[in-house]
């Protein structure tokens, strides 16, 4: 395998497996996290379709790249989830309880009768 290919590619997971961004991050910070990974990803497809003999352009591996913005989403409530769960679990946040209580017309069985005649 060419050696440029091993090492976009080695580029890539490197990325991929290197620290997370912290929370609170500025959308600066997420902006720049992000495109070091598009960039890393879009130069090992590169470098894979110079490598299987397609002519590709780097521009339009950017330009025409794609991800679902659920997946963005789902990302980001899993990780305030987590976020709210290991403060529960440490002590930081509370955990309010309330009290459900129905009405009669909410019990799907009719009131017990009365003790009273």
């Known amino acids: ?37 598009d960039d890393a990803f879009n130069e090992m497809m590169f470098e894979i379709g110079r490598h299987l003999g397609f002519a590709l352009d780097k521009r339009e591996l950017a330009k025409y790249s794609y991800a679902p913005q659920a997946w963005g989403n789902i990302e980001a409530e899993q990780n305030g989830l987590r976020q709210l769960a290991l403060e529960l ?25 009365s003790a009273s005649r």
Request: hydrophobic content about 25%; aromatic content about 6%.
């Open 1 to 37: 395998m060419p050696r440029r290919l091993i090492t976009s590619y080695k580029k890539y997971i490197d990325n991929l497996g290197g620290p997370a961004l912290p929370p609170g991050s500025t959308n600066e910070a997420i902006r720049h996290f992000v495109d070091e990974r």
């Open 89 to 113: 679990l440490q002590g930081k946040r509370p955990m309010p309880i309330t009290p459900l209580q129905r009405g009669p017309s909410a019990n799907k069985f009719p009131p017990p009768p």
